[in-house]
Antibody
Framework: VQLVESGGGLVQPGKSLKLSCSAS????????MHWIRQAPGKGLDWVAY???????VYADAVKGRFTISRDNAKNTLYLQLNSLKSEDTAIYYC???????????WGQGVMVTVSS | DIMLTQSPATLSVTPGESISLSCRAS??????LHWYQQKPNESPRVLIK???QTISGIPSRFSGSGSGTDFTLNINRVEPEDFSVYYC?????????FGSGTKLEIK
């Protein structure tokens, strides 16, 4: 199992960014996936979930601004980040889940910095 | 939202000691509680699922217990590679939440 995030970088407040998570080594379409973030020097913060059938759940802090999606043909998970705020600055991890319960595999993370 | 309170925030121990880390939930979560280890500059990895179930590949010195609101991660005879941060996470209800972590450091 391998999860590789990409798409991070420095972005101004109010702007947008799209993160990708490329999955390999398992049947991607059969698993739910999450995005989890970690602000510099802080703890873990769950962001969003998408089921194998593309049902979605979001944390209140990102609801209406972030969109999680998946392309099973490309084995890729996405996170569209809009209306970014400084408090969105974090390492963003994608993670696999067997149920909605726990995260059994994590990517290496991608840094998003929101600053003018 | 379910709040998870981990204690202590920092624990200083000598290699070879056996320790217990606590995670307390703000309401009952049955056994829907999972433990992770995060080493500096690495991604977290799961150690224990559903309060006490083992994970393939995780050393047997790690064990978990508890149900309802009180949970414990035990490390039997801490090894040098165990010094890191430990997080608990609940999956009983949305939003999924994490505790603030316990840092295990060398005394």
């Amino acid at each position: 199992v391998q999860l590789v995030e990409s798409g991070g970088g420095l972005v101004q407040p109010g702007k947008s960014l799209k993160l990708s998570c490329s999955a390999s080594g398992f049947t991607f379409s059969s698993y739910g996936m999450h995005w989890i973030r970690q602000a510099p020097g802080k703890g873990l913060d769950w962001v969003a979930y998408i089921s194998s059938s593309s049902g979605t759940v979001y944390a209140d802090a990102v609801k209406g601004r972030f969109t999680i999606s998946r392309d099973n043909a490309k084995n890729t998970l996405y996170l569209q980040l809009n209306s970014l705020k400084s408090e969105d600055t974090a390492i963003y991890y994608c993670a696999r889940t067997i149920t909605t319960g726990y995260f059994d595999y994590w990517g290496q993370g991608v840094m998003v910095t929101v600053s003018s | 939202d379910i709040m998870l309170t981990q204690s202590p925030a920092t624990l200083s121990v000598t290699p070879g000691e056996s320790i217990s880390l606590s995670c307390r939930a703000s309401q009952s979560i049955s056994t829907n509680l999972h433990w992770y280890q995060q080493k500096p500059n690495e991604s977290p990895r799961v150690l224990i699922k559903y309060a006490s179930q083992t994970i393939s590949g995780i050393p047997s010195r790690f064990s978990g217990s508890g149900s309802g609101t009180d949970f414990t991660l035990n490390i039997n005879r801490v090894e040098p590679e165990d010094f890191s941060v430990y997080y608990c996470q609940q999956s009983n209800s949305w939003p999924l939440t994490f505790g603030s972590g316990t840092k295990l450091e060398i005394k």
